[in-house]
Structure formats: C-alpha cells, structure tokens
C-alpha cells in the first residue's frame, strides 16, 4: 500500500515539473542541468549574494565583465525591485549562436518574475557550457 502511494506521489511530482518546464525541456539532461545553474544563481542574487553570483558565473561572462563592475550594476539594480514574490519559467530554449559570444552550449531561459516593487517582468538567465564542463551563466538581463 505505501507504494502505490510513493508511485503516486512521484508520479504528481513527475507530471507537476512536465508541466513548470517548458515543451521538451522534461526530457533534456542539458536544459535541466542549465535551469539548475539558473536557479542557483537567482538565488545567490535573492539573498545579495553579488560577489558570489559573480565568482560563480561562466568564465566568458568574467572575461567581459569586471567583478567591481558586476557588483556596481547588480548593487543598484536588484534591491530597488525588492523581494521576487513570484517567479516562473516562461521559455528555455537551447542555442549554439549568441549575438556577441563565442559559438557554444548556451540556454537561453525568461523567467516572468514579480517582485515587490515591479510586477509583470521578465527576467532573461542564460547559462553556457563552460570549458570545464559545467554549466555556468554567462548573462542576466531584465526588462
């Protein structure tokens, strides 16, 4: 009997996440293991982590963007919006082509983010494939 109830269970569990991603990414190790370094990432911003949302970014993205600088824009944009109150994935999409990076691995995921300050907006993460292997994000927008 306790079976069917854990089958149960990892079954509404299983249907409740086909239904939070998007079309085809259930089934995408790749996009799963990006939205999983997106999630990490949100959260160290969500907490005012900046310097370790920065030490924990891809290494194109810190090629780019100086840690004082990161730190600067982060610092001054995130807290004015105040405290995600809701934050669900819109798209993920997996791309090899980005306007202005090397071709790579890249998912490109919006997220449509209230918080307490600005509701209705939509927050762009995207990870890459790093050198080493691991997804990292190599860009955050928000518009």
Do not use: C
């Not at 995600?84 to 082509?97: F, N, P, Q, S």
């Not at 980005?98 to 762009?124: C, H, M, S, W």
């Amino acid at each position: 009997m306790k079976k069917t109830l854990m089958q149960r269970l990892v079954a509404a569990v299983l249907f409740s996440l086909l239904f939070t991603l998007p079309a085809g990414a259930a089934n995408d190790e790749a996009t799963a293991q990006a939205i999983m370094a997106a999630e990490e990432f949100l959260l160290l911003l969500d907490t005012v982590q900046y310097v370790r949302s920065w030490d924990g970014e891809a290494s194109f993205f810190k090629s780019q963007v100086p840690r004082d600088t990161w730190i600067k824009q982060i610092s001054s944009l995130r807290p004015a919006l105040g405290k995600v109150i809701t934050r669900l994935i819109l798209d993920a999409r997996h791309v090899t082509k980005l306007p202005g990076a090397p071709d790579g691995q890249y998912v490109v995921i919006q997220y449509n983010t209230n918080f307490e300050n600005k509701r209705e907006a939509v927050e762009t993460v995207t990870p890459m494939l790093d050198k080493d292997g691991k997804w990292r994000v190599s860009g955050y927008y928000i518009q």
